[in-house]
Every structure is written in C-alpha cells, then in structure tokens.
C-alpha cells in the first residue's frame, strides 16, 4: 500500500456512490462481419465514454 493512499479511501468513503446504467440496444439488419461487429461496438461505447468524459 502506499503511504496516505489509505487517508485518501477514507476522505471519500462518506461520498455517495453514483452508478450509471445505460441499456442499449443496436440492431443490424443483414449479416455482418466479427471485424464489422467489433467496429460497431467500439463506436458506441467510444461515444458514451466520450459523453460520459465531458460530464465529469
């Protein structure tokens, strides 16, 4: 552990804990690619980390 790492948990551990959920669903007419899945992928949850990025 490292030195004053614990006195940081303890100045947070009154804080309340926030949990987002975002069910999200994205449907693909046709067949598609495992590379064009993961591309699909990637993009929506590049878009919610950058939202989520500039919210905090």
Known sequence: ???GEDQDQDLHE???VINYYFPVRVEVVGALSDVEVQRIAEYVFGEFDQELTTRI
């Open 14 to 16: 009154d804080e309340p």
């Open 1 to 3: 552990m490292v030195e």
